[in-house]
Nanobody, 132 residues
């Protein structure tokens, strides 16, 4: 059974930092791009970041560039999202997701970014609230 389990959300003041973790089980880590989406109340789900460990590519939405950093730990099958200088507009439920990548791939995340319609597995989400 494939599971993606997020953790690390919480309440933080503007300017603060949080690190989200996604624990992945049941799939071959190198066969999937792992990405983070977020959804605020009344808004559509948006892609935040993506990492593909096989080719080392990453992607960041413009709204988070320079503040968020995505990383992966192949040995632990975990993906992290370090979020610094948080803003109230970052308040949302954050979801970890996995998309299976075709072969061959070159800089998959950089080329395609997070594509919600192509996601095969979703986590249950973790809430991030940033107070002003």
């Amino acid at each position: 059974e494939v599971q993606l389990v997020e953790s690390g959300g919480g309440l933080v003041q503007a300017g603060g930092a949080l690190r989200l973790s996604c624990t992945i089980t049941g799939l071959v880590f190198d066969d999937y791009a792992i990405m983070w989406f977020r959804q605020a109340p009344g808004k559509e789900r948006e892609g935040v970041s993506c990492v593909y460990s096989r080719d080392g590519s990453t992607y960041y939405a413009d709204a988070v560039k320079g503040r968020f950093t995505i990383s992966s730990d192949h040995a632990k099958n975990m993906v992290y999202l370090q979020m610094n200088n948080l803003k109230p507009e970052d308040t949302a439920a954050y979801y970890c997701a996995a998309e299976k990548t075709p072969r061959p791939t070159v800089k998959f995340c950089a080329l395609y970014g997070p594509r919600p319609g192509e996601v095969e597995y979703w986590g249950q989400g973790t809430q991030v609230t940033v107070s002003s």
